[in-house]
């Protein structure tokens, strides 16, 4: 059974930092993408930060960079998002995503996801 298994979210001010991790299992996920998408309430479900197998591809979604860092170890079957000078606006529940094994193109949308974690809830008070 795969399961992805987000930590790491909380409470912070404005400024502040926090790191996601996303710990994976059931099967290794080293040849595939993996993405953080984020939901504040009321909203749609939006794209975050996506790396490749290697490391060696990386995109963020305009708002976020600068600030957020996603990295993954390969060996740990993780995947991080470590996230600097927060803003209220950064205040959303976080999700890790992984793509099935069969696809082929992956990108920035939630539908070239299959696996999805239960999230953590990142909150920013200003």
């Known amino acids: 059974q795969v399961q992805l298994v987000e930590s790491g979210g909380g409470l912070v001010q404005a400024g502040g930092s926090l790191r996601l991790s996303c710990a994976a299992s059931?099967?290794?996920?080293?040849?595939?993408?993996m993405a953080w998408f984020r939901q504040a309430p009321g909203k749609e479900r939006e794209f975050v930060a996506r790396?490749?197998?290697?490391?060696?591809?990386?995109n963020y979604r305009s708002s976020v960079k600068g600030r957020f860092t996603i990295s993954r170890d390969n060996a740990k079957n993780t995947v991080y998002l470590h996230m600097d000078s927060l803003k209220p606006e950064d205040t959303a529940v976080y999700y890790c995503?992984?793509?099935?094994?069969?696809?082929?193109?992956?990108?920035?949308?939630?539908?070239?996801?299959?696996?999805w974690g239960q999230g953590t809830q990142v909150t920013v008070s200003s």
């Open positions: 059931g099967r290794t996920f080293n040849n595939d993408p």
């Open positions: 790396i490749s197998r290697s490391g060696g591809s990386i």
């Open positions: 995503a992984a793509p099935p094994p069969w696809r082929v193109a992956v990108g920035e949308s939630a539908t070239d996801y299959d696996y």
